[in-house]
């Protein structure tokens, strides 16, 4: 009898069981955080680093140059990074900032492949690529309305 018991217990626990997983698979079940959002916590984290030492490149040293690698490696390494509001920021303004000679960096004269990247046509259409971009994307930054200055006052068309 105490066979039979344990046999018809266990049963129904593993019945139980497999009903559950399956309820759960079901969506009825939270199932965590949604993909297209969930960024990998490493990456956010080298990210992050970088977004601080873009900020310092900005702020204090005016090295605009610097600046702007730091927050276009951000661009292209973290696609869904937290702050990107404030990469493209950074990126938009250095790149201004680069056209118009300003800051202790000038961009590199040579070699020529890497010279023809820093023109100042190209560093402008970079900084308007990126500010529409931030106005666009990220309507509640708090990155926006300065952003929507610098590009009524580049002109053109946004890109």
Same mark, same amino acid.
């Given at each position: 009898?105490?066979?039979?018991?344990?046999?018809?217990?266990? *049963? *129904?626990?593993? #019945? !139980?069981?497999?009903?559950?997983?399956?309820?759960?698979?079901?969506?009825?079940?939270?199932?965590?955080?949604?993909?297209?959002?969930?960024?990998?916590? @490493?990456? @956010?984290?080298?990210?992050?680093? !970088?977004? &601080?030492?873009?900020?310092?490149?900005?702020?204090?040293?005016?090295?605009?140059?610097?600046?702007?690698?730091?927050?276009? @490696?951000?661009?292209? &390494?973290?696609?869904?990074?937290?702050? #990107?509001?404030?990469?493209?920021?950074?990126?938009?303004? !250095? !790149?201004?900032?680069?056209?118009?000679?300003?800051?202790?960096?000038?961009?590199?004269?040579?070699?020529? @492949?890497?010279?023809?990247?820093?023109?100042?046509?190209?560093?402008? *259409?970079?900084?308007?690529?990126?500010?529409?971009?931030?106005?666009?994307?990220?309507?509640?930054?708090?990155?926006?309305? &300065? *952003?929507?200055?610098?590009?009524? #006052?580049?002109?053109?068309?946004?890109?």
């Amino acid at each position: 009898m105490k066979k039979i018991f344990l046999t018809l217990f266990g *049963a *129904a626990l593993a #019945l !139980s069981f497999g009903a559950l997983t399956a309820w759960a698979q079901t969506g009825t079940v939270a199932k965590g955080p949604d993909v297209s959002v969930a960024r990998d916590p @490493e990456v @956010e984290r080298r990210s992050k680093k !970088s977004l &601080d030492a873009a900020w310092h490149y900005f702020k204090l040293k005016k090295a605009y140059l610097a600046s702007l690698d730091r927050a276009e @490696e951000i661009l292209v &390494d973290n696609p869904q990074f937290s702050k #990107l509001d404030e990469a493209l920021y950074i990126a938009g303004m !250095s !790149s201004i900032y680069l056209s118009e000679g300003k800051g202790k960096q000038k961009p590199p004269a040579s070699p020529p @492949e890497k010279a023809q990247e820093y023109t100042t046509e190209r560093l402008r *259409a970079a900084a308007r690529f990126n500010l529409s971009r931030l106005v666009e994307e990220f309507p509640d930054s708090k990155f926006r309305k &300065d *952003a929507e200055k610098t590009l009524a #006052l580049l002109g053109g068309e946004k890109q």
